[in-house]
């Protein structure tokens, strides 16, 4: 195999992304695993995420409405960083305008359970 230049198709390890044990404050759960929502913005969740590239690694940093479960606020980064997560509330917050009574939920991870950020 090594030869003709061929690589046996190997699974990908598994890598931790939320370090949930960290001494940030963190937000109670009110979503509380109820995911049908009755109008848009009223529920967002966010994910950041890894993914594998050439050129190294590349974190996505994704906020999405749970009604439309439509993205609408996004931002990649090589790091996983508090500030992609941030970027990625601050462009939903500004294409959507959401009223009072949102609820943002995330895994709170140290990425969304950090001090506030400047975005």
Known sequence: MRAHGLRPKTRRTFRATTDSKHSHPVAANLLDRQFTVAAPNRVWTAEITDSPRAEGWLYPAIVLD??????????????????STSRALTMAIQRQRPGPGLVHHSDRGSQFAAANQAA
């Not at 749970?66 to 500030?83: E, K, P, R, V």
């Open 66 to 83: 749970l009604f439309s479960c439509q993205i609408i606020g996004w931002a990649l980064d090589a790091t996983m960083s508090q500030q």
